[in-house]
């Protein structure tokens, strides 16, 4: 049973997970980071120096809300659990549990499911103003995956 004021870092080799993250990265081309159980980001791994919208949202309330309940379910569900975060893209996340414990999650994403259209512009920059964040991100520079894809990279992450 973990001790209630556990660190990750006590439990999990950090620098061993961050070069898991790193390949999983270069390989499937999607972001990756480790988050506490609060959904505060504490590791994460971007494939664009500038983190895209993860970095401009800079782990915002809403963000961690979004990680903590996709942690949360895919601890419940002992599975992989894909969601739409608070941009309104979508992330995987996979639960980290010590015994019956959640103690924290990782989470891969964002990705689109759909084409980066006019449609998809506007939502974003509408979602984005709800959560504070005032710039402008182009859907375009958004990876953009099939449901069987970002299933499959939820599954090979969940494995590793």
């Not at 975060?85 to 015994?99: A, K, Q, R, T």
């Not at 689109?112 to 939502?123: C, H």
């Not at 182009?138 to 590793?160: E, F, H, K, R, W």
Request: net charge negative; hydrophobic share 40%; aromatic share 8%.
């Amino acid at each position: 049973m973990p001790r209630p004021d556990y660190k990750l870092s006590e439990i999990l080799d950090l620098k061993e997970l961050a070069n898991l993250f790193k390949h999983f990265t270069i390989t499937v081309g999607l972001d990756v980071a480790l988050y506490d159980a609060q959904g505060v980001l504490m590791l994460p791994f971007y494939k664009d120096a500038n983190a895209g919208v993860c970095g401009l949202a800079k782990n915002c309330p809403t963000c961690r809300e979004y990680i903590k309940y996709g942690g949360q379910k895919a601890r419940e569900l002992g599975e992989p659990y894909i969601f739409r975060c608070g941009c309104g893209l979508i992330m995987c996340s996979l639960p980290v549990v010590l015994g019956d414990i959640l103690i924290g999650s990782i989470a891969c994403g964002p990705v689109m499911l759909w084409e980066a259209d006019e449609y998809a512009q506007k939502e974003l920059d509408r979602n984005l103003k709800a959560m504070g964040i005032g710039c402008e991100v182009d859907p375009g520079s958004i990876q953009q995956l099939s449901c069987v894809n970002m299933t499959s990279a939820a599954q090979i992450l969940y494995i590793l």
